[in-house]
């Protein structure tokens, strides 16, 4: 059984940044697709951002193309949000997710496990 636990959120200003990670137990970390989603209150979940085997592929939503990118330590069986340029519409609690197999996924039921999530709040 996969397990996630995100970390690194927190209450910023806008402009500044913030690198979330995420690890996972359980299973073979290099057999997951990864992916970020977040959720802004009153509102649905969305992708955020994906990484198939290595940094070399990876895929965005259009919102955070340019001020967020997504990386994995496979050794290390982390995958991490690294958020720059925040601006308050980023306020959400951010997910971490997994799904076994390599592919652009980015909607919520392709993913089979979650994490709790971590809350990131911008201040303007």
């Known amino acids: 059984q996969v397990q996630l636990v995100e970390s690194g959120g927190g209450l910023v200003q806008s402009g500044d940044s913030l690198r979330l990670s995420c690890a996972m137990a359980g299973r073979t970390f290099g057999e997951y697709t990864m992916g970020w989603f977040r959720q802004a209150p009153g509102k649905e979940r969305e992708f955020v951002a994906g990484?198939?085997?290595?940094?070399?592929?990876?895929y965005y939503a259009d919102f955070v193309k340019g001020r967020f990118t997504i990386s994995r330590d496979n050794a290390k069986n982390t995958v991490y949000l690294q958020m720059n340029s925040l601006k308050p519409e980023d306020t959400a609690v951010y997910y971490c997710?997994?799904?076994?197999?390599?592919?652009?996924?980015?909607?919520?039921?392709?993913?089979?496990?979650w994490g709790p999530g971590t809350q990131v709040s911008v201040s303007s």
């Open positions: 990484v198939i085997w290595s940094d070399r592929n990876t």
């Open positions: 997710a997994a799904k076994r197999g390599w592919g652009t996924y980015t909607a919520l039921n392709q993913y089979d496990a």
